[in-house]
């Protein structure tokens, strides 16, 4: 429903609306040039904080973890996640599928808090079951596989949890860009003998592309900015970078996170901004080249 | 030709049914059976051992006992209204209540306008709406405090503008709980009140209004229940997770106010009352079941309705 002109009365709700989503933004991007040590007294242009922020090594390591947990989760997600976004548009109704689509989607609503004392509970009753705490050497295989993986909280078990929240995302995601997406072309390939997994591969998936690229996208988002669900499930080797933000916060060692918040916003808005274009631009060319080929045709 | 369908119809459900149990058993492990966990912990006594809490099962020699310890369900609802535990419960559905009300209240115009917007201009207001959302959840959270504490960046406006002579205390109350949660759980409440609003067929609104209905009339009787989709689905994604907020009463709250995600943080980490955690994870899961199914029986029929 799109129709021309935006009246007065909406661009200044609009405006008023925007101004609520961004003045926070803002004022933490003017206050991270502050001189002052006190947030919110200006004490002159410096760029101070950003000195202290680059010689910070539990922040950079904090970084380093919070970017490979990220990266793994994003994948495992991506891939979980197509697959249960492929069976809730495709599949139909089959034996528990309303437990599936209702597990699946879960985790998007369930309170954070629950989500990571139960997965939490589930590890710490696997390691003791498991009796992890005795010698290694008298350990079986199966035994020290899953003591390495649960015995002790940190990346591993991380890595579950946001795997876990992430596949609801990606899932959604894929589901609805299969629904928009022309069955025909799969039919077509399966009626001329393709076999079902070769027209996944070689239709579905590069039609699923952007859904997938922004999936992978939103997973790692999600993960890079998770707190709730890492303080339940790391461990006292494991602090990842909303850990390091909450302690900062808690602590009032702020000027140095003002200063981080800027840098991510930078980040975030370059990349948004970017991809958005090229997505737009991809969408032109190719209504260009259907009306090429529908010209073509005729 | 025939063969190759025979084939295929054959491989279909077996292979179909190992896909499925793909993302299947992950969820089942990590996110189903981790509750019965919970439920079984909720039974057991806090012990000073590692895990800290008692085990159900004890096996004496030719006899097997299971303990089942009540106590912490007593211990949430012992004190009566007035008890710490059932105001927590109180004030954390009260503020998710109006965290619902007000981010509906604010995010119903602004999803109807971006949806009614040109398609260029469009995308570019969501976009808008998506970038705090990619920004980091906890310092966005943390640019309220900057703006809300009695030297801040509002006290200061407002005293500059003289229009108060001192500064007003609006950090670590109930309203700048209120605040955060309503800023933060925005987003949620604007994107699937504008994926249903952007399906609207303004034909339907052009002929209202042809056939002499007052826009108020017009959005009354069309846009209002066509968009209920997205007033449903945007009222749980943003009620249900508010309920247990943990982060934001933590970092904006004062110490009156507390909400059920603390106490549930508090109990299982400074506390170390697991048992105790559990109980209170296991009430909030009760509380929230009502939704969570009339959510998900929505959910599935809108999956079915766009078929």
Known sequence: MSNGKMSFGARSYLAIGFFFLYAPIVSLIVFSFNQSRLVTVWGGFSTHWYGELFNDDALKSAVALSFKIAFLSAIAAVLIGTIAGLVLARFGRFKGSSLFAGLITAPMVMPEVIVGLSMLLLFVALSSTMNCGIDVAEMTGIQSLACSAFGERGMTTIWIGHTTLCIAYVAILIQSRLREMDKSLEEAAMDLGCHPFKVFFVITIPVIAPALVSGFLLSFTLSLDDYVLTAFLSGPGSTTLPQWIFSSIKLGLTPKVNALATIVVAIVTIFVVLSNRMMLKAQKSREAAMQAAAAGGH | ?307
């Open chain 2, 1 to 307: 030709m025939n063969i190759m369908m025979n084939k295929l119809a054959r491989f279909l459900p077996k292979g179909r049914a190992w896909v499925t149990a793909v993302p299947y058993t992950w969820m089942l492990l990590f996110f189903l059976i981790p509750f019965f966990f919970v439920l079984k912990i909720s039974f057991a006594e806090v012990d000073i051992s590692q895990p800290p809490y008692t085990d159900l099962v004890t096996r004496t020699e030719d006899l097997l006992q299971i303990h089942l310890n009540l106590g912490k369900y007593i211990a949430i609802f012992s004190d009566g209204w007035m008890g710490q535990y059932i105001v927590a419960y109180g004030t954390s559905l009260k503020m998710a209540f109006y965290t619902t009300v007000f981010t509906l209240l604010i995010g119903y115009p602004m999803a109807y306008h971006i949806a009614r917007a040109k398609e260029a201009t469009r995308n570019t207001l969501l976009m808008l709406v998506m970038l705090p959302f990619w920004t980091s959840f906890l310092l966005r959270v943390y640019a309220w405090i900057g703006i809300l504490k009695d030297n801040g960046v509002l006290n200061n406006l407002l005293m500059s503008l003289h229009i108060i002579n001192e500064p007003i205390e609006m950090l670590y109350t109930p309203f700048s709980i209120m605040v955060g949660m309503v800023y933060s759980y925005l987003p949620f409440m604007i994107l699937p009140l504008y994926s249903h609003l952007v399906k609207l067929d303004g034909r339907l609104l052009e002929a209202a209004g042809d056939l002499g209905a007052k826009p108020w009339r017009t959005f009354l009787s069309i846009t209002l229940p066509l968009s209920k989709g997205g007033i449903i689905a945007g009222s749980m994604m943003v009620f249900i997770p508010a309920v247990g907020e943990y982060v934001i009463p933590e970092l904006l709250g004062g110490g009156d106010a507390l909400m059920i995600g603390k106490k549930l943080m508090d109990d299982f980490g400074p506390n170390l009352d697991w048992p105790m955690a559990s109980a209170v994870a296991v009430v909030m899961i009760m509380l929230l079941i009502i939704p969570i199914i009339w959510f998900h029986r929505f959910e599935t029929r809108e999956m079915k309705g766009n078929e």
